[in-house]
């Protein structure tokens, strides 16, 4: 099987995670160290933790999008966040 190069996969949890991030850490809390670096661990570290939900299509998107409504996933990726807060700002990578 070829894929062509227009063909695009994504995890749909990537701009799940950052909006959380962005709407529930940031908001909410101020980072011992506030650079690119460290959000970017911290985002990285969540997704590692998190079960990828991949997908190809706009309608895709929308799907697992609309599956985020349970709180108990929004309740994990709040948690896991936390936990990779905690472990970047007790070892930060710069």
């Known amino acids: ?10 995890n749909v949890m990537e701009p799940i995670v950052i909006n959380t991030f962005k709407e529930h850490i940031l908001t ?12 970017l661990d911290i985002v990285v570290l969540t997704l ?13 998107e929308a799907y697992i999008k609309a599956l985020f409504m349970n709180t108990q ?8 966040l936390t936990r990779a807060l905690q472990v970047v700002e007790d070892n930060p990578n710069h």
Do not use: F, W
């Open 28 to 39: 909410n809390r101020t980072l011992k160290c506030d650079c690119e670096k460290c959000r």
């Open 48 to 60: 590692n933790h998190l079960q990828p939900h991949y997908t190809s299509t706009q309608a895709g």
């Open 1 to 10: 099987m070829e894929l062509s190069r227009a063909a695009s996969v994504l």
């Open 73 to 80: 996933l929004q309740s994990d990726v709040i948690q896991e």
